[in-house]
């Protein structure tokens, strides 16, 4: 319709009309066709405020901030006096931008310019500055104020709520002299954004006894509290409430319906009403209300995916693409992520791909979001160089895309080139965060650095002043651990006061177990016990370090030990996709059609293997057996069983990718290394903890692992 009115306004010389041109403007802002409202904006000789606040504020609702406060600048140099919309626009893009300079500059200019201040321009002040952490500006602000409306009153709520004051904002909710159910809403959700859910569910419980009439945002908030903290009953009640006041006809109350019910794994339940959502028939398809039932639609396809996913339903989360796409929905960024994360969890690189070619297909820019999920998928895939591809495409990369491209590093043993892309990060301006940390703590123990590893630790304390947390302290104690120094890991413990984190300990008993210092791990293991007695890693990890050194009576106790307490070991797992079709094994597996040529082809390769200096490292099994019964058990173990399938189904040359639900063990890693020499075949294992890349008889982690 714009491109129409505009070319018969530029045939008729109508175009040369400010009030023309303002308004073909408007229509090219109202329907997001910022390409042509920008060229249209710039051909208009005498624009005046008007042009500009349309321009402005349409880029603002579009969440195109730094584009607005640009404007800005441009307007104010040209002469062009703003009205309260266009700085109530500007506010609110300082707000979302964390822009505090910017909001005082143009505070002190609205002061010096005889500005008339209303009410909302006030309130988008007041909120530039909370939002920008400047508390004492908009406290001196919020108390001069002549008139305060309840968006006021919430905004200061929100604000102190936003940095954990909840003393202050409650205070403030009973200062306040109307209290209504936005009252509520704003302190509610705040409280949720920012973990305090338990201190929101009494205030919710609070205003049902409380007689406060409920609104369909209140009912929205209450779902995502009753999903947060797994309350299914709390989500029926507020769904029964729902029923009853008539608000299941609003769409983004089915899709808050649809989100609890996933979130809380009734994913029938969600499945069903999805499908009971009602279809809305819109005459004009360019109208708002249309965009608004597509966007909803888009919402509520979204929602049962992500519980698919979040639910380990990775065949129904596919199909329910697949269908997506097959309807002509459109596919938004959060789906896009979502699809990532699950091919990154079951490491299939063909259907990775296939998402990746559908981003291209659509348009959709490779920002943050979605480069962050490509990024990780490529390399919980296996593929460390289209990870790296997909970082350099990446647009305006953030601290999560650089913290996703050094943990691909990280996954993948690259330790030094997780360390430089670390550097690179502090010198380009970006400021590491907590998982940053974690991420580059990891590469360096998985990399042996033991040095580099101390330096980042002392850089994160002292210089940014991030308390180390849990996940911090276990990438120091394995880092010590896995280089040996068992010692200095356990001092670290004690000089760190974490003796009580079971997943500190956890891994230092793995690394006992790695350096067979049974002694040290049964210190650990009695200090295991009385944190997690029903852990089964640590029982597991315990009994192989007495089998180890063949103290089978200990070992023989511990394993009873785990059936008194009914506590079971994970078993291993391997698979292989090939065909579209995933091909999964367990040790001694005979269940696969074609077992039969698996276990002929393995046994024939075993002994091509022992002529060029294999031996089976029979000291792993956990079992007093005579030595050739070891070999046996040794020889089937799922992931040798899964790359013998993959060596009969596949051409030569072609490499073989693997995914295994527990670490590699000793003996399989040495078989791999060797099949990569005999055959010069590249293989790829995941196992749990990081990527082993074998080629020409070595391994990409350089046997540290």
């Known amino acids: 319709m714009a491109h129409t009115l505009h070319a018969k306004a530029v045939k008729d010389g109508t175009v040369r009309s400010l009030n023309v041109a303002n308004y073909l403007l408007s229509l090219y802002v109202k329907s997001h066709n910022f390409g042509n409202a920008n060229k249209l904006f710039d051909e208009i000789p005498h624009r005046d405020v008007r042009s500009w606040t349309i321009l402005i504020s349409g880029l603002a609702r579009t969440g195109s901030f730094g584009m607005v406060l640009g404007l800005f600048r441009k307007m104010q140099v040209e002469g062009v006096r703003p009205n309260q919309f266009t700085l109530s626009s500007v506010l609110r893009s300082c707000s979302s931008v964390r822009e505090n300079h910017e909001a005082r500059r143009i505070h002190g200019w609205m002061l010096r310019n005889g500005i008339d201040f209303d009410i909302v321009l006030e309130n988008s002040l007041l909120d530039a500055y909370l939002k920008c952490g400047d508390f004492r500006y908009a406290e001196r602000l919020f108390e001069t104020r002549k008139e305060r409306d309840k968006i006021t009153w919430n905004i200061m709520i929100d604000g102190y709520v936003s940095i954990g004051n909840v003393e202050k904002s409650l205070h403030l909710l009973n200062e306040l002299p109307f209290r209504d159910v936005d009252s509520w809403n704003t302190i509610i959700s705040g409280l949720m954004r920012n973990g305090h859910e338990r201190t929101a569910l009494e205030l919710l419980y609070e205003v049902v006894k409380n007689g406060t009439p409920l609104n369909k945002f209140t009912f929205s908030i209450g779902l995502v509290l009753a999903s947060t903290l797994s309350l299914v009953e709390l989500g029926r009640q507020i769904h029964g409430f729902v029923l009853r006041s008539g608000s299941h006809n609003e769409g983004f109350i089915w899709t808050s319906l649809i989100d609890f019910y996933s979130k809380c794994g009734k994913m029938e339940k969600a499945l069903l009403i999805f499908r009971k959502m009602p279809l809305v028939y819109l005459n004009s398809p360019h109208s708002t209300a249309a965009h608004e039932h597509e966007m909803t639609e888009i919402l509520a396809w979204s929602s049962l995916i992500a519980g698919y996913v979040r639910n380990d339903d990775y065949e129904g989360a596919l199909q329910t693409f697949i269908s997506m796409v097959r309807e002509g929905i459109g596919v938004d960024g959060f789906t896009v992520t979502t699809i990532a994360s699950m091919c990154a969890n079951v490491g299939i690189l063909t259907l990775g791909q296939q998402i990746h070619a559908l981003v291209q297909k659509i348009g959709h820019k490779i920002d943050f979001h979605i480069g962050s999920a490509l990024v990780d998928m490529y390399s919980k895939c296996g593929s460390l160089e289209d990870a790296r591809m997909i970082f350099k495409q990446t647009f305006s990369p953030n601290v999560v895309s650089w913290t996703s491209m050094i943990s691909a590093c990280a996954l993948h043993g ?73 010692d200095e890991a356990k001092e670290f413990i004690h000089q760190n006061c974490i003796s009580h984190l079971s997943l500190v300990l956890k891994s230092f008993l793995s690394s006992c177990r790695l350096h067979k210092n049974i002694e040290m791990g049964k210190w650990v293991s009695e200090k295991l016990n009385h944190l997690d007695s029903f852990d089964a890693g640590s029982h597991v990890l315990l009994s192989n370090m007495c089998a180890n050194k063949r103290r089978w009576e200990e070992a023989a106790k511990v394993r009873s030990l785990m059936q008194q307490r009914g506590i079971s070991k994970l078993p291993g797992q391997s698979w292989i996709q090939l065909k579209n079709q995933v091909h999964a094994f367990v040790m001694g597996d005979r269940s696969h059609p074609r077992q039969a040529e698996i276990y002929s082809y393995l046994d024939e390769l075993v002994g091509r293997l022992k002529e060029i200096g294999y031996s089976s490292a029979v000291e792993l099994v956990m079992q007093d057996v005579e030595e050739e019964e070891r070999e046996l058990f040794l020889g089937y173990h799922s992931e040798k069983l899964a790359i013998a399938y993959g060596i009969i189904s596949t051409p030569l040359g072609t490499p073989i990718r693997i995914m295994k639900n527990l670490r590699v063990c000793t003996d399989c890693h040495n078989f791999i290394k060797y099949t990569s020499q005999l055959l010069g075949r590249e293989i790829i294992v995941r196992d749990i903890c990081r990527f082993h890349h074998f080629k020409h008889g070595s391994c990409s982690c350089g046997d540290y692992w």
């Open 414 to 486: 690259q330790g030094y080139e997780a360390i430089q892309l670390f550097e690179l990060m502090i010198r380009v301006g970006i400021e590491p965060n907590e998982i940053s940390f974690t991420v580059v703590l990891a590469a360096c123990s998985h990399a042996g650095l033991l040095e580099e590893g101390c330096k980042i630790f002392h850089l994160m304390k002292e210089v940014y002043r991030i308390k180390p947390g849990v996940e911090h302290f276990t990438c120091m104690v394995d880092l010590y651990g896995r280089a040996g120094r068992l």
